[in-house]
């Protein structure tokens, strides 16, 4: 199974922007769809972005489309979660996330593994 690697968290200022990266070791991540989550303190862990294995479709909760740019590079093994015009209800733990599943693109329980998360902090 494919151990993630979340990077790039950090404190920044509303309207500001932040690149979230996710590295993947042990299996090839091009067998997998790939998702950002978050987690806010007292809240539930709720989807972001999705991409399939090729790249060629991507899901955004309305909260963060517009705002933010999923990606993928299979042959570095990476993900990566762009996120601009950062809005102090963006506050949360990151994870990626990654499903051997081929359904239910935008649903936490279809993703078998996941990485420890990456705090982001914005502020106002």
């Known amino acids: 199974q494919p151990q993630l690697v979340e990077s790039g968290g950090g404190l920044v200022q509303a309207g500001g922007s932040l690149r979230l990266s996710c590295a993947a070791s042990g299996r090839t991540l091009s067998n997998y769809r790939m998702g950002w989550f978050r987690q806010a303190p007292g809240k539930e862990r709720e989807f972001v972005a999705t991409?399939?294995?090729?790249?060629?479709?991507?899901y955004y909760s309305d909260s963060v489309k517009g705002r933010f740019t999923i990606s993928r590079d299979n042959a570095k093994n990476t993900v990566c979660l762009q996120m601009n015009s950062l809005k102090p209800e963006d506050t949360a733990v990151y994870y990626c996330a990654g499903s051997s599943k081929y359904y239910g693109a935008t649903s936490l329980s279809t993703y078998d593994y996941w990485g420890r998360g990456t705090q982001v902090t914005v502020s106002s």
């Open positions: 991409i399939s294995r090729n790249g060629g479709i991507i």
